[in-house]
């Protein structure tokens, strides 16, 4: 019984494509994050959800755009990719916005690559 | 500019002896640490944490260590085993931030 799920595992797109990533938690959690993990390893935060609304948006292009339809799922659109968005991302969440205390669990990663 | 730290990319120890990872910080707000392993192919999953008020907090084989004067923390893994072989992130947050900052990873290798 996965805690937190990501599809696809595995993306590769052509420059310019438009692509979804879909993450969904059955812990109960009510927050939930999507990190990039790049080339040199760095695990960085781009959105957080709390209860369906956006806590966190560190500085992201545009082109990405997450979506909660409900506390349990946190997708990733990405609109128009290019070669720089080619990482692993993975999704994650938590009992509650992670400061002091909040462990946070993650997914499996999705590996994207962009051609 | 990177505020939490992990200066050794890799780390090689036998089976049995100590391993030791090392995790420094710059941001004297940050009253909580985490450190995560992670298989290839895995997400990261969380290890040990530890609150600023606490200088050591063990959990089994696993003790971490915080000197909030140097703004250092440590992972020690006693006795170390092939298992352990994973990268470890150690991890950062402030109070009312709602996130954690994570450093670049320290890849353990345990030889058997």
């Known amino acids: 019984d996965t805690a937190v799920s990501q599809t696809p595992k595995y993306l590769v797109t052509q420059m310019g494509n438009d692509k979804s990533i879909k993450c969904e938690q059955n812990l109960g959690h009510d927050t939930m994050y999507w990190y990039k993990q790049d080339s040199k390893k760095f695990l960085k935060i781009m959105f957080s959800?709390?209860?369906?609304?956006?806590?966190i948006n560190e500085t992201v292009p545009n082109r990405f755009s997450p979506k909660s339809p409900d506390k349990a799922h946190l997708n990733l659109h990405i609109n128009s990719l290019e070669l720089g968005d080619s990482a692993v991302y993975f999704c994650a969440s938590s009992q509650r916005p992670s400061g002091s205390g909040e462990t946070q669990y993650f997914g499996p990663g999705t590996r994207l690559l962009v051609l | 500019d990177q505020q939490v730290k992990q200066n050794s990319p890799s780390l090689s120890v036998q089976e049995g002896r100590i391993s030791i990872l090392n995790c420094d910080y710059t941001?004297?707000?940050?009253?909580?640490f985490l450190w995560y392993k992670k298989y290839p192919a895995e997400g990261p999953t969380f290890l040990i944490s530890?609150?600023?008020?606490?200088d050591k907090n063990e959990d089994g084989r696993f003790t971490v260590f915080l000197n909030k004067s140097a703004k250092h923390l440590s992972l020690h893994i006693v006795p170390s085993q092939p298992g352990d072989s994973a990268v470890y992130f150690c991890?950062?947050?402030?109070?009312?931030?709602?996130?954690?900052?994570f450093g670049t990873g320290t890849r353990l290798k345990v030889l058997a």
């Open positions: 991890a950062a947050s402030g109070s009312g931030t709602y996130k954690y900052i």
């Open positions: 959800y709390n209860n369906k609304e956006l806590i």
């Open positions: 530890i609150s600023s008020i606490k």
């Open positions: 941001n004297s707000m940050f009253d909580y």
